[in-house]
């Protein structure tokens, strides 16, 4: 067996190397720029009931360390989705990750029950954490409101297995981890982007032009570790809950810190517009290092930080 075969919650993966929602389209788009099947998984961009636009430019912006985007869940909505995309998806020889937004519990049933039919997404994130839009944040903040959630769509998805993607700045991050496994989540991604700002001292207006975004890339990094750590502990890793850990991964090193403080899997977003070549580097950096520290399986160094 190979040194990264692997699995997220039941799913077989090639390897733990998963491209992180938004930053890869809807997925077919990777074939651009790598071999699919060199990818442990794909997670489509965010999708919603309706189409939506987005907010105008601009709404990526570089920053030190990272960029800070406010994208607005810009998608085409579950119907073009299903008939433009899901064809050239289900084509891909690698597992698909279908991302779900709403801004009502009918919303994510809606999207859940539309995905459950669509046999090339095995799995669905449950985007319940993006800090670009006004009303999409409640079931990231609030246990109460994220176990409801859960309580409706869970039992929308019999074969699909679903991932619930935090929010970084939630007020109790445990708690949230928590709500979702006692609710059935079948996996955790840690996490979302980090509320953020930058502001142009010329004309003294906020570089975008939503106003606030969301941070990600290396700066966030060591942020995410020290989550998916204080996660595993207490929550995942007591119940066997697999962990996405996501953020800042531009290093093989930085995707190896993840798997160790308890991360099965291991997402990348921003390195993907730095170099899209990074995926491919860090499968190759995280198999010499499997070999490196004399483990057959890369399973076998999953929370395996040192006190
Ligand atoms: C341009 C851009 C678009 C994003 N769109 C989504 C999205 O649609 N849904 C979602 O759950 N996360 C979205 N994210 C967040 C990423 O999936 C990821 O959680 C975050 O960027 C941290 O990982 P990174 O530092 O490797 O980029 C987006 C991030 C970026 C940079």
């Known amino acids: 067996m190979s040194l990264l075969a692997t699995d997220l919650a039941g799913v077989p993966l090639a ?90 519990i009918a919303d994510y049933v809606a999207m859940a029950t539309a995905f ?80 953020a700002m930058a502001v142009d001292v010329d004309s003294r207006k906020p570089r975008l032009s939503s106003g606030r975004g969301g941070l990600s890339g290396p700066a966030v990094h060591p942020l995410a570790v020290r989550l998916v750590d204080a996660v595993f502990r207490a929550v995942a890793g007591p119940a066997k809950v697999p962990i996405i850990g996501l953020g800042g991964v531009l290093h093989w090193r930085d995707a190896a810190e993840f798997v160790l403080v308890g991360a099965s899997a291991v997402g990348i977003g921003t390195a993907l517009f730095v170099d899209p070549r990074i995926p491919r580097r860090v499968i190759t950096g995280l198999e010499r290092w499997v070999r490196q520290q004399g483990c057959g399986n890369i399973r076998e160094l999953v929370g395996q930080v040192e006190a």
């Open 116 to 195: 459950e039919a669509i046999e090339a997404l095995p799995i669905v994130e449950l985007n319940v954490s993006c800090p670009n839009t006004a009303d999409g944040r409640q079931f990231g903040h609030d246990p109460r409101a994220l176990a409801s959630l859960l309580a409706e769509v869970r039992p929308a998805l019999e074969r699909t297995r679903l991932l619930v993607k935090l929010a970084p700045d939630a007020p109790d991050p445990i708690a949230m981890a928590a709500a979702a496994v006692e609710a059935g989540a079948d996996g955790l991604t840690i996490a979302n982007t980090w509320p």
């Open 15 to 104: 390897n733990p190397v998963v491209l992180a929602a938004g930053t890869c389209g809807y997925g077919p788009e990777v074939a651009d720029f790598m071999d699919p099947a060199a990818i442990g998984a794909v997670t489509t961009k965010s999708i919603t009931v309706e189409s939506r636009e987005g907010h105008p430019p601009w709404r990526m912006i570089d920053v030190p360390g990272g960029m800070i985007n406010a994208i607005g869940l810009a998608n085409l909505g579950l119907e073009r989705f299903r008939v433009e995309k899901v064809p050239a998806l289900a084509a891909m020889k690698t597992v698909a990750i279908g991302s779900i937004a709403g801004h009502s």
